[in-house]
């Protein structure tokens, strides 16, 4: 059962670089979202999906891109970097409806340098 | 806007002690609440799930209980075992705006043997 999986698992960039962090769920769940999470501020609603080609913004979405072309996969991407992007970033999905369980993926660790 | 707070921040116990951890959030118009753990280093594995018209969900020896009217939410956690350790979330889901759960910093938990 691999549920919500995410890659890669750590990443290190350089200041100005692009990346894709990818996520993709097997279990056809319409709701998929992205979290970063900071030490002491839980976690923070970047962008989510409510189905393919449906995304809309979350709490902070300042220097994030996000694109829903199948159900499977939500990937996100980040513009430029930046330290301030240095973060872990989680995936997650729900199935059809907000009162459904979050599944979430294991988690990018990124640092920008 | 939305906001939720976990207190305490850390909490240690010995081994079969029966705790209380509390959620508060400022907005009662949620959808819904739910309990989170995650272990170190790991993503988020849901605990229990409360919509807006139940009051409790119980899980083995886990009770999520939900009170809307004084925007709170404790998980009781009977006989507390070391394999309890783990830092517990709650989040909010609120009612409009969107999907767009507010998380709490989480209460790290550790149980000693």
């Known amino acids: 059962n691999a549920g919500v999986t995410q890659t890669p698992k750590f990443q290190v960039l350089k200041t100005g670089q692009s990346m894709t962090l990818q996520c993709a769920q097997d279990?056809?769940?319409?709701?998929m979202s992205w979290y970063r999470q900071d030490p002491g501020m839980g976690l923070r609603l970047i962008h989510y999906s409510v189905g393919a080609g449906i995304t809309d913004q979350g709490e902070v979405p300042n220097g994030y891109n996000v694109s829903r072309s199948t159900t499977e996969d939500f990937p996100l991407r980040l513009l430029s970097a930046a330290p301030s992007q240095t973060s872990v970033y989680f995936c997650a999905s729900n199935n059809r409806g907000a009162n459904t369980e979050a599944f979430f993926g294991q988690g990018t660790r990124l640092t920008v340098v | 806007k939305q906001e939720v707070t976990q207190i305490p921040a850390a909490l240690s116990v010995p081994e079969g002690e029966n705790l209380v951890l509390n959620c508060s959030f400022t907005?009662?118009?949620?959808?819904?609440l739910q309990w989170f753990r995650q272990d170190p280093g790991k993503g988020l594995t849901s605990l229990l799930l409360i919509q807006s018209s139940q009051r409790e969900q119980t899980s083995g020896r886990l009770n999520a209980s939900l009170d809307k009217s004084s925007g709170r939410s404790t998980l009781y956690i009977a006989a507390s075992q070391p394999g309890d350790s783990a830092t517990y979330l709650c989040?909010?889901?609120?009612?409009?705006?969107?999907?767009?759960?507010?998380f709490g910093a989480g209460t790290r938990l550790f149980v000693k043997a």
């Open positions: 279990m056809n769940h319409e709701y």
């Open positions: 907005d009662s118009a949620i959808y819904n």
């Open positions: 989040a909010a889901l609120p009612n409009t705006g969107g999907f767009k759960t507010i």
